[in-house]
């Protein structure tokens, strides 16, 4: 069994900055693609991030420039800071990882952390 646990969500004002964090535990061997996600209300879940094994980055266009995606593998968590922020922002923010365990590579999701950017 594997979970994934998100931090670090909020309420900070427009131009502020927050750092999430996503650490997975359970009888994880290695993760492969990490990602995080948003939702915001009456929207689809978008890809906002994401981070290969090998180091590879990938970021929707409307986060570019602001929004950094890293991992620290040793403790299977990865960081999503997030500067400048702007209220279109605001949105419920998932991770989601490829998770090799024992016998299988399996897709899993966090339960979601709240960001909110409001003056």
């Known amino acids: 069994q594997v979970q994934l646990v998100e931090s670090g969500g909020g309420l900070v004002q427009p131009g502020g900055s927050l750092r999430l964090s996503c650490a997975a535990s359970?009888?994880?061997?290695?993760?492969?693609?990490i990602a995080w996600y948003r939702q915001a209300p009456g929207k689809q879940r978008e890809l906002v991030a994401s981070?290969?094994?090998?180091?590879?980055?990938n970021y929707v266009d409307s986060v570019k420039g602001r929004f950094t995606i890293s991992r620290d593998n040793a403790k299977n968590t990865v960081y999503l800071q997030m500067n400048s922020l702007k209220p279109e922002d605001t949105a419920v923010y998932y991770c989601?990882?490829?998770?090799?365990?024992?016998?299988?590579?399996?897709?899993?999701w966090g339960q979601g952390t709240q960001v909110t950017v409001s003056a």
């Open positions: 989601n990882a490829d998770v090799r365990t024992i016998g299988s590579i399996t897709n899993y």
């Open positions: 981070s290969t094994r090998g180091g590879s980055t």
């Open positions: 359970g009888s994880v061997i290695s993760i492969y693609t």
